[in-house]
C-alpha cells in the first residue's frame, strides 16, 4: 500500500506563502528597513526590490543596506531551524512550512555570495550600491565570493535534506520520489508565484529576469536535487509529512500573496 502523501493544493498553497514571506521579510525588513535606520529614504517599495536615496548616506552605510537584505534571509534561516525542534510531532503543515522558510532564508543568503560573486550583480555586487562597490582587489573578492557561496550552498542543501529526511515518510526509492514530487511542486509553485508577481513591476522584464527568476528559478534551485541527498536505507512509519486539506492554510496563503502581488507588485512609490 502505498505511503499516504501530502494534500497538493495544501502544499502548493503554504510553498506559495512560504516563498512570499522570504522575499518579503528580505526585502522591506531587510533593505527597508535599513535604508530607513541609516539615514537614507526609501523612494520605492516594489515586491523583489527596494530604492533608496542614499543621499548623505556614507560609503558603508550604503553597503549595509545591501548587505541587509541577505543578512535577515539567513537570520530567518537560523531562526526556522531553531524553531523546528519545537514543533509537535503531528503540526505537519507547520512543520514543513517552518522547514521550508529556513531553506529558502539560507538559501538565498548562500546563493547571493555565489550570484553575485559570478555575474557581479545583485546585493553583495560591484554596483554603485552593492556590497562589492570599489572593493580591491575585485576579481579576487569575486573569486572569494563565488567560492565561499558554492561551499555554503552546498551546505545549506545538506543541511536542510538532513533535517527533513526522518519526517519524509515511506521506504527505498519510493520514499526519494515522493519527496522529489513534494519538492518540485514547492519548487515550481515558487517560480510561477514569482514570476506573476514580477511581471507586475513597472521597470520592466529586467526585473523579472535578474530578481523575480533569478531567486527563485536559480536561488532555490536546491529544491530540485536535495531529495537525492535523503537516507535511500532508512525507512519512516507513519504519516510522516502527509496532511489533509487545510482551508485555514489555504486561505491564509491566497490572501497573503494576492494581498503581496496587488500592493506591493505594481511598486509603492514614496
Known amino acids: 500500500m502505498p505511503a499516504p502523501r501530502p494534500d497538493r493544493l495544501t502544499l502548493v498553497a503554504i510553498s506559495a506563502l512560504a516563498y512570499v ?54 537570520t530567518i534561516g537560523i531562526v526556522s531551524f531553531r524553531a523546528l525542534r519545537h514543533i509537535r ?34 546585493d553583495l555586487g560591484t554596483d554603485a550600491d552593492g556590497v562589492l562597490h570599489g572593493a580591491t582587489p575585485l576579481w579576487g573578492w569575486r573569486l572569494a565570493f ?16 538532513r533535517r527533513l529526511d526522518a519526517h519524509v515518510n515511506g521506504v527505498g526509492r519510493s520514499r526519494i520520489r515522493a519527496a522529489r514530487m513534494m519538492a518540485l511542486t514547492t519548487y515550481l509553485t515558487g517560480a510561477v508565484a514569482f514570476t506573476a508577481i514580477g511581471l507586475l513591476n513597472p521597470h520592466g522584464f529586467v526585473i523579472v529576469a535578474t530578481s523575480a527568476v533569478a531567486s527563485s528559478v536559480g536561488g532555490t534551485s536546491g529544491l530540485l536535487w536535495m531529495m537525492q541527498l535523503l537516507d535511500r536505507r532508512r525507512v519512516v512509519a507513519g504519516p510522516g509529512l502527509a496532511f ?11 490572501a497573503v500573496t494576492l494581498t503581496y502581488a496587488i500592493i506591493f507588485g505594481p511598486t509603492i512609490r514614496l
Open 21 to 74: 514571506a522570504g522575499v518579503a521579510l528580505h526585502e522591506h525588513l531587510g533593505h527597508a528597513t535599513a535604508c530607513a535606520l541609516l539615514g537614507g529614504r526609501v523612494t520605492e517599495l516594489g515586491a523583489f526590490y527596494v530604492n533608496c536615496d542614499y543621499t548623505g548616506m556614507s560609503s558603508a552605510a550604503v553597503k549595509a543596506v545591501a548587505a541587509a537584505g541577505p543578512l535577515i534571509s539567513a
Open 244 to 254: 489533509a486539506r487545510s482551508w485555514r492554510w489555504t486561505g491564509a496563503a491566497i
Open 146 to 161: 563565488a567560492v565561499f557561496g558554492a561551499v555554503a550552498y552546498w551546505w545549506v542543501v545538506r543541511y536542510a535534506a
Open 89 to 122: 510531532g503531528d503540526a505537519r503543515i507547520a512543520f514543513y512550512f517552518t522547514w521550508l522558510l529556513g531553506s529558502l532564508g539560507l538559501m538565498s543568503a548562500a546563493g547571493y555570495f555565489l550570484f553575485s560573486g559570478i555575474s557581479g550583480l545583485g
